[in-house]
C-alpha cells in the first residue's frame, strides 16, 4: 500500500459522541494522522495501545495524563506517548489535537 493521502476540507470528522470527533487525514502503513475535535469538558478516557503517538495540540487547552504524570497543554505544545503508556485527556478550552501514530491504526479506518 503506497498511502491514502486526502484534502483536509474534504473529510469529514466522524461524532465519537461526548463532545469528540475525529478525522483520518493520511495514513500508509508505518504512520497515520489524525485529528481530534474536543469540546470543553469532553474527556478522551485513559486507555492504552501498542503505537507509539504524537500529540500536537492546534488549539484549546488539554489536561493531559501520561501514566502518573498529568501537564496542561495549550495552542502549540506537543508530547510524545511511548507504546503501552496509559494516557488520556480532559479538554479544559474547545480545541482540536493533531495526533500522529507509528504504525498506523488500523482500528481508525
Not at 42 to 64: D, E
Not at 70 to 92: F, K, N, R, W
Amino acid at each position: 500500500m503506497r498511502g491514502h493521502t486526502a484534502i483536509q476540507q474534504e473529510i469529514p470528522f466522524k461524532d465519537l459522541g461526548g463532545g469528540v470527533s475525529r478525522r483520518v487525514l493520511s495514513y500508509n502503513e508505518a504512520l497515520m494522522t489524525v485529528e481530534v475535535a474536543f469540546e470543553t469538558g469532553a474527556v478522551g478516557a485513559v486507555h492504552t495501545h501498542p503505537h507509539t503517538q504524537c500529540t500536537y495540540v492546534l488549539s484549546g487547552r488539554f489536561s493531559y495524563s501520561v501514566e502518573d504524570e498529568e501537564m496542561v497543554l495549550a495552542a502549540g505544545d506537543s508530547i510524545v506517548v511511548p507504546s503501552g503508556l496509559p494516557h488520556g485527556t480532559i479538554c479544559l478550552d474547545k480545541g482540536i489535537l493533531l495526533d500522529i501514530f507509528t504504525p498506523m491504526r488500523k482500528d481508525f479506518l
